[in-house]
């Protein structure tokens, strides 16, 4: 099921084969909340732009439309007519970023609903039943995403709640899986190694969830407020302890240098929101650094975004000038080129981090490309 190709030091070329179809990695999950890329792109342009996999969230899907609404229309890749793989996060880091709005308990999160209110109740077996009816291809296990720089003795009492909690996903996909009606019986299943900044915590933790032999492994609670040195310090203490030959995967970051310094750790999978949310505000990724098209300087610039780049806004001929009117003028045209650009920037950079490491050049790949970055506005 899943393959490791080449190894260049720590980082991973590999291939995982699901039942919607191959994903090679390292690979980049485009974020689409509400089964859809904030940005006005539907499941076509997120084919036109290569991605692979797209990620879905539980709380949000089941708060609205609702699961079950989705299960009756065939699951989520019916619903959103997207016919490669879907990974769906558990609900778990709504338990962080809902803080003033949930109760955690050993049975599960109350949660207060952000939309009107109405309080929902999530355990592990809720999750699993949410993503089981959603189809999903990955689903994640439901945890505690505690703060990162929490108080020690909390986020070792929280790890071993999540540990706990990670076994009775384990077991509940396992029955629902064994379902005839379960909407995909091949749904796989990812643990998440948490434990803030607590490389000890972290570490044993990654040693007690590898023994459950899961799918995947996923390290969460990063990219929430600590230095991005801190976070790599997680990773160089953390990824050694993870299976090598199962899909390793950061949730929740980041930015083009972040995922560079991931995958020379070891990661291969990750998502991210900045690609969606830059776009939509005119802060456009190049390889020279990100180009804030708003400026006035490009008032006048007939220049595509990037001179090189494949994405259909740059192949299509549109001038930063033109962008930047349609971003002054608050065209919706704008946010949707900004967004659509954006994402192929960050599956290419995927599709180069392959390139490389197929041809045993990553590490003089990450050097030029980190130099690159730090350029400026072209």
């Given at each position: 099921m899943y393959e490791v190709?080449?190894?260049?030091?720590?980082?991973?070329?590999?291939?995982?084969?699901?039942?919607h179809g191959m994903i090679e990695t390292p690979v980049f999950m485009n974020v689409a909340t509400a089964a859809a890329i904030k940005g006005g792109l539907s499941s076509d342009d997120l084919r036109s732009i290569r991605t692979q996999v797209a990620l879905c969230n539980t709380y949000h899907l089941h708060v609205r439309p609702g699961d079950g609404l989705v299960r009756k229309m065939g699951g989520l890749h019916h619903f959103m007519k997207?016919?490669?793989?879907?990974?769906?996060?558990?609900?778990?880091?709504?338990v962080f970023s809902l803080a003033d709005l949930r109760s955690?308990?050993?049975?599960?999160?109350?949660?207060?609903?952000?939309?009107?209110?109405?309080?929902?109740?999530?355990?592990?077996?809720?999750?699993?039943?949410?993503?089981?009816?959603?189809?999903?291809?990955i689903a994640m296990a439901f945890d505690e995403c505690a703060p990162a720089l929490a108080d020690r003795d909390y986020v070792t009492r929280s790890?071993?709640?999540?540990?706990?909690?990670?076994?009775?996903?384990?077991?509940?996909?396992?029955?629902?899986?064994?379902?005839?009606?379960?909407?995909n019986r091949q749904q796989l299943l990812f643990g998440i190694n948490q434990g803030a900044v607590y490389n000890d915590v972290r570490t044993d933790h990654a040693k007690r969830i590898t023994e459950m032999e899961l799918d995947g492994y996923a390290i969460g609670g990063l990219?929430?407020?600590?230095?991005?040195?801190?976070?790599?310090?997680?990773?160089?203490?953390?990824?050694?302890?993870?299976?090598v030959d199962k899909p390793t995967y950061l949730m929740g970051v980041g930015?083009?240098?972040?995922?560079?310094?991931?995958?020379?750790?070891?990661?291969?999978?990750?998502?991210?929101?900045?690609p969606s949310r830059n776009g939509r505000h005119g802060n456009l990724y190049t390889k020279s650094g990100t180009l804030h098209i708003k400026s006035a300087r490009y008032a006048e610039d007939d220049r595509p975004i990037e001179e090189?780049?494949?994405?259909?806004?740059?192949?299509?001929?549109y001038s930063r000038a033109y962008l930047r009117h349609l971003y002054k003028a608050q065209e919706m045209l704008?946010?949707?080129?900004?967004?659509?650009?954006?994402?192929?920037?960050?599956?290419?950079?995927?599709?180069q981090i392959r390139d490389s490491l197929d041809k045993g050049e990553f590490a003089q790949f990450k050097k030029d490309a980190i130099e690159k970055m730090h350029m400026g506005e072209g």
């Open positions: 190709l080449k190894q260049e030091g720590r980082a991973k070329r590999a291939r995982l084969n699901t039942v997207w016919d490669r793989p879907i990974l769906t996060d558990s609900g778990g880091f709504q955690i308990k050993e049975e599960g999160v109350t949660f207060r609903s952000h939309i009107d209110g109405h309080k929902i109740f999530m355990g592990p077996e809720e999750s699993m039943q949410i993503q089981s009816n959603l189809g999903s291809t790890v071993d709640r999540t540990t706990r909690w990670l076994e009775r996903c384990r077991v509940e996909m396992k029955r629902l899986n064994g379902l005839e009606d379960t909407v990219a929430v407020g600590e230095a991005h040195e801190q976070m790599y310090d997680v990773l160089d203490h953390t990824v050694p302890h993870l299976p930015t083009p240098e972040n995922i560079l310094e991931a995958v020379d750790r070891g990661i291969d999978f990750f998502d991210c929101v900045y090189d780049c494949g994405c259909p806004v740059c192949r299509g001929g704008g946010m949707r080129m900004g967004v659509l650009h954006n994402l192929y920037y960050y599956n290419h950079l995927m599709e």
